[in-house]
């Protein structure tokens, strides 16, 4: 497999190279791309924006944030405005209901167990 990929990239590339350096610049090349599509994906991870229905990531977002918080003393409108309040959270601010502020604080919950 490797002899037919040695030749393959000799005659793609039209040079009379030893398979040792067909190989070499076919790695470094694999390499290369490599390295920018998990760049890429780290600069896409690092702008992850919130919506309201990505409640699991919310919680984990405000257990961040606010680790010493006791959540016997959290009612929905200081959730809500915690939620508001993150610098990743971008959703209409309308679109909230007492459902989905449930659905992130029993997530928080469980994650604190």
Known sequence: MLAGLVNFLAKYYKADYTPILLFRKYIFSLIHRLTFFSLVSIILHMSKRYHW????????????????????????????????????????????NDGILLAIFQEWYEELD
């Open 53 to 96: 229905d990505s409640t699991y990531e919310i919680a984990l977002a405000l257990k961040a944030r606010f680790p010493d918080e006791t959540l016997e003393n959290v009612s929905l409108e200081m959730l809500y405005e915690w939620v508001i309040g993150l610098p990743e959270f971008k959703d209409d601010l309308e679109l909230v």
